[in-house]
Each structure stands twice: as structure tokens, then as C-alpha cells.
């Protein structure tokens, strides 16, 4: 469907510019509402993927073309997000890492590659391996995915298109049909846009049963600017219910960390607060609920 020419586009390139972009935001927003019925499906994959990445798993995201580049955008914002370590997020690259910026002809036919990569970066039973491919046909993620969950992986194969393969060779398979796009078969477009709000949904949701977001704050963000330590002392004030001043030395106590500095402005020692942390498994919360 992905690639089929929807008649009511035919004459696009003759519209006016205001009812051309009309009618392709009319699709980026029928992309993000294709998505609705697959949040069940999501919410089987966070539960499963959790205890894996708890255990020191990685996330594995896998594709080519316009599919991997979107996973690359929402896999490295993680690091400065939530404080995702990069060592244990993984990009399998159809094409490899040159394909993010040119187009690697043949490259995403290329299934010997994928089962290659999976074989090299020893993927095993903790890791989280996510495939995408709009067409849910793309022979190198078809088999990094088999690989993959042939090594013991938790996989996820999300796509555009019914019937996909991908989704059938996945643990858990995440379909939202976006149809044919206003350019046919431009699946940067519709798939493009349902691909990406799909990693955002499932990557933010991970990292909030990781215990990284607390009373709806990123209180695992890193401060690496001013912008960012403004904010973050805002954080351990509201948190904590303290001062500026005393939110702003907890955290240069904490190595600006703002989970054992809210702790630390609250009166605890470092050692205790890393302590307390550790036993929660990161997530303040259970302190908090511990405490009370």
C-alpha cells in the first residue's frame, strides 16, 4: 500500500502551493492517527523490554534507507534525555554508517549484512532489537530480525504496510497503516512520520518504567550547558522544596546529577542517597515510598 499512486494525487504538481501542503499535512496527520490501535501492541513491547534492559540489555535499532535514520535521530537523543548510556544503544545500518548520509544502492537487499551485523555485534538474550522497514519487506531487516530473535533477542519489527513480513517474524509486531503517500511511494512522508512518533512512544515509555522520569521531569538529563543546569536546578528546588541555592550546591555535591541531588538537598548524605538509589533500581519514586 506503501507504495501504490493514490488517484486523488495525480495532479499534485499542478495545485497551488497552500492545497498541495494542505492536502500532505492532511496525511502526516492521518500517519500519526494510523498509529491508535497499534498502543496495545506498544505496551507489550515496553513490558517485555524492560526486565531485559533492567538487566543490562541493550537497544538495537535496525533498518535502512529513511527507516534507520529516524531510529538513529531517536536513539541518540536517549544519552542526553534520560542519560541512556550510547555504549548499549546499537545501530545496525543497512549500507553501514555511510548510508545515513547517501544512498548505498542495493544495500537494504543485503540479508547476508544484516545477519552479519547481528552475528559481530553478538546480539543475546537482553538486548531490544527494533526493525523497521515502511514496507515491512526490506530483506536486511527482515533478517537482522530473525537473526536476531534466533539468538535470544527480544524483537520488534514496526511497519507501514499489512501483512508485513516484518511484523510476522518479530516477537512483537507494530503496524500502522498509513496508506499510499501524496508522492507515490515517498514513505519519508506518511511512513516516515508514523515510524518516528512509533519510536518516541516506545523509547519515552521505556525510559519512564526505567525510573528516568519522575512527576512527569527528565531527572536523568545531563546539564552540559547553562540552559540546562538553570533547569535542573529548578528541578531539585520543586523536588526537594528547597532553595535555589541549596538545590544548586546538591547538585555541584552530586556531580550534577539531579536524582541524588534532590535526595542530597533533602538531607541526605551521598553515599546514602547513591545507596537508596541503587536499592529502587534508579527510580525515585520507590525512595520516596520507602521513606514514608
Not at 538537598?265 to 514514608?292: F, H, I, M, S, W
Request: contains cysteine; glycine residues 10%; charged residues 20%.
Amino acid at each position: 500500500m506503501t507504495e501504490l499512486a493514490d488517484p486523488r494525487y495525480r495532479d499534485i504538481d499542478t495545485w497551488d502551493d497552500v492545497t498541495a501542503l494542505r492536502a500532505m499535512l492532511e496525511g502526516q496527520m492521518a500517519a500519526i492517527a494510523a498509529i491508535a490501535p497499534a498502543l496495545p501492541a506498544l505496551a507489550d513491547v515496553v513490558a517485555a523490554a524492560v526486565p531485559r534492559l533492567r538487566a543490562g540489555g541493550r537497544l538495537v535499532y535496525a533498518g535502512a534507507g529513511t527507516s534507520i535514520r529516524v531510529a538513529v535521530q531517536d536513539g541518540i537523543e536517549l544519552g542526553p534525555t534520560y542519560d541512556w548510556p550510547e555504549a548499549r544503544t546499537l545501530y545496525l545500518i543497512a549500507g553501514g554508517e555511510a548510508a545515513l548520509m547517501l544512498g548505498i544502492e542495493g544495500a537494504e537487499d543485503n540479508a547476508e549484512d544484516g545477519r552479519a551485523q547481528v552475528e559481530s555485534n553478538t546480539i543475546g538474550p537482553n538486548d531490544v532489537v527494533i526493525g523497521l522497514a515502511a514496507s515491512g519487506r526490506t530483506p536486511f531487516t527482515i533478517e537482522v530480525v530473525k537473526a536476531a530473535r534466533a539468538a535470544g533477542a527480544l524483537t520488534v519489527g514496526i511497519a507501514c504496510n499489512p501483512d508485513a513480513v516484518l511484523c510476522a517474524v518479530a516477537d512483537h509486531g507494530i503496524l500502522a497503516e498509513t496508506g499510499a503517500e501524496a508522492v507515490a511511494g515517498s514513505t519519508r512522508m506518511k511512513a516516515g512520520t508514523a515510524q518516528k512518533a512509533i519510536l518516541n512512544l516506545l523509547s519515552t515509555q521505556i525510559m519512564l518504567r526505567l525510573g528516568h522520569v519522575h512527576r512527569g521531569l527528565m531527572v536523568d538529563m545531563r546539564p552540559q550547558n547553562i540552559k540546562l543546569r538553570g533547569r535542573a536546578t529548578g528541578m531539585v528546588a520543586t523536588l526537594a522544596q528547597v532553595d535555589t541555592p541549596i538545590a544548586q550546591a546538591a547538585l555541584e555535591q552530586t556531580g550534577w546529577k539531579i536524582k541524588p541531588a534532590i535526595l542530597v538537598a533533602q538531607g541526605y548524605d551521598l553515599p546514602t542517597a547513591e545507596r537508596a538509589l541503587d536499592k529502587a533500581q534508579g527510580v525515585l519514586r520507590n525512595v520516596e515510598e520507602a521513606k514514608a
